[in-house]
């Protein structure tokens, strides 16, 4: 039963992952060549997407999680049939969030490739824009997969007795789920902080490119020379932007406050100061090229700042001041400043963290922390270019354990919920399959299914 949930699970939340759009648009260019296990309305499962979804769960379940060729076409067929009556129950989506989402893919494989160059080699796209289009496809079905989940199961809930009845089933039968040991953190940040004459060298220097552009130097010379942005040797300080980007706030007001042919003035954000050019106008979007340009930290701020964050680690030891008293007085960090410290999780929204699926360099700083105890202190950079020293303090910490129906109660209720809805979709899935054009493929047809999805007779 443990195992069955899990599998079931964490095979949805693959499907919904980055990866998922791109070994799809990989597929497109596939058709021709490569097996169509079954066709479901107007959507079809390849026979590679069986073999690489299966292999990619293999993979990140670390080999805890193994799953059938037949198990795997079940899985896909389901998400295919969602997505066909997604379509014919008129779920709507919206250009804005599908836009939104290709965005976040193109941003994810860049990262994991190296460069947007790159991405579009390695999977045979003819440039940007081809690469967005698939995408495009990909992440519309996507939203109209989970659209329709949602519908289909928005009244379902648990009660307490569900909840109890759910625990107490797997009890009986040995299948208690094992929870990783979780940790809650907090942290303060001091930041390495420029020279008042670093800021007006910077400013001096971009004001210097402004009046040389303005005079018909070309901007993506300058760019490529001057600019500290990473991705400056690949697109010449060239984007483009919408209000849905995933770009910061500044950047994209910015764009969309200059005419055609427009400069702007030095302008700061967290990732340093900028200049831009508006280079044209399409509909909604704009095509606009920046130099960014970070200060310099001298050694010397450097040595002062970890010296002061040093001093605040021994007055909270010595009772001086609480911890949550020099978050306020004296942490730099926006997004924890105002919450006690509090780092929230990026990949779940939440307070906690699993210890074990940690980023390394932050497990080798907490692993051995105990509840309320200091980390030393650390320097640390972010991707802006920012330098700073920052202290973490364990602030909760719950090892590795077997459920329990009074401590894990909300972990307990939501994987009943999650169970809930499942066998809801699972029923909803039974029923829809009867009325849905479905043509599979002989080799496949040797499975056994759950569901009746090759219409035998007497099921």
């Given at each position: ?122 999977y045979g796209f003819n440039d940007l824009d081809d690469l ?293 979709i699972d029923k909803w899935a039974k029923e829809k399959i009867m009325d849905t054009y479905i ?21």
């Amino acid at each position: 039963m443990q195992q069955k949930i899990t599998i079931s699970k964490y095979t949805k939340l693959t499907l919904f992952a980055a990866f998922f759009g791109l070994m799809s648009i990989a597929n497109f260019a596939q058709v021709k060549i490569d097996g169509v296990a079954v066709v479901i309305g107007k959507n079809i499962v390849l026979d590679s997407d069986i073999d690489k979804f299966k292999q990619e769960i293999e993979v990140r379940s670390e080999g805890k999680i193994k799953i059938s060729d037949c198990e795997m076409l079940e899985e896909l067929m389901q998400q295919k049939l969602l997505a066909h009556h997604a379509v014919i129950d008129s779920v709507t989506v919206s250009d804005a969030e599908i836009t939104q989402r290709v965005d976040r893919s193109v941003q994810y494989f860049t990262q994991q490739y190296g460069s947007v160059d790159k991405v579009i080699k390695a999977y045979g796209f003819n440039d940007l824009d081809d690469l967005k289009k698939e995408l495009y496809t990909v992440q519309k079905e996507n939203v109209l997969i989970e659209k329709e989940q949602l519908k289909i199961t928005e009244k379902i809930d648990v009660t307490p007795e569900e909840v109890r009845i759910f625990y107490n089933g797997l009890k009986e039968k040995g299948e208690l789920p094992e929870f990783s040991a979780e940790i809650e953190l907090a942290q303060i940040v001091i930041n390495a902080k420029p020279t008042d004459e670093e800021l007006e060298r910077i400013l001096n220097k971009l004001n210097e490119l402004k009046k040389e552009i303005e005079e018909g130097a070309p901007f993506k010379m300058k760019a490529i020379i001057n600019s500290d942005d990473p991705g400056v040797t690949n697109n010449g300080g060239r984007y483009e932007v919408t209000k849905e980007s995933q770009f910061i706030k500044e950047f994209k007001e910015m764009a969309f406050s200059l005419d055609v042919g427009q400069v702007s003035k030095p302008f700061k954000s967290d990732y340093g100061y900028h200049l831009m050019q508006l280079h044209e106008v399409r509909g909604n979007m704009r095509i606009a090229s920046h130099i960014l340009m970070q200060p310099d930290v001298p050694n010397s701020k450097l040595v002062e700042t970890r010296e002061k964050a040093e001093q605040i680690v021994e007055d909270i030891k010595s009772g001086k001041i609480t911890f949550e008293e020099a978050v306020k007085k004296y942490s730099d960090d926006k997004e924890t400043k105002n919450n006690a410290g509090l780092i929230i999780n990026p990949y779940t929204g939440e307070a906690t963290f699993d210890l074990t699926g940690m980023d390394p360099a932050l497990y080798a700083r907490v692993a051995e922390l105990k509840k309320g105890e200091l980390s030393d202190v650390f320097f640390d950079q972010n991707r802006s270019g920012e330098k700073m020293y920052k202290f973490i303090i364990m602030r909760d910490r719950t090892n590795t354990h077997t459920a329990d129906l009074v401590n894990d109660y909300v972990k307990v209720q939501e994987l009943a919920l999650t169970k809930k809805k499942e066998e809801t979709i699972d029923k909803w899935a039974k029923e829809k399959i009867m009325d849905t054009y479905i043509k599979m493929a002989d080799t496949h047809r040797k499975c056994t299914f759950n569901k009746n999805w090759k219409k035998e007779t007497g099921k």
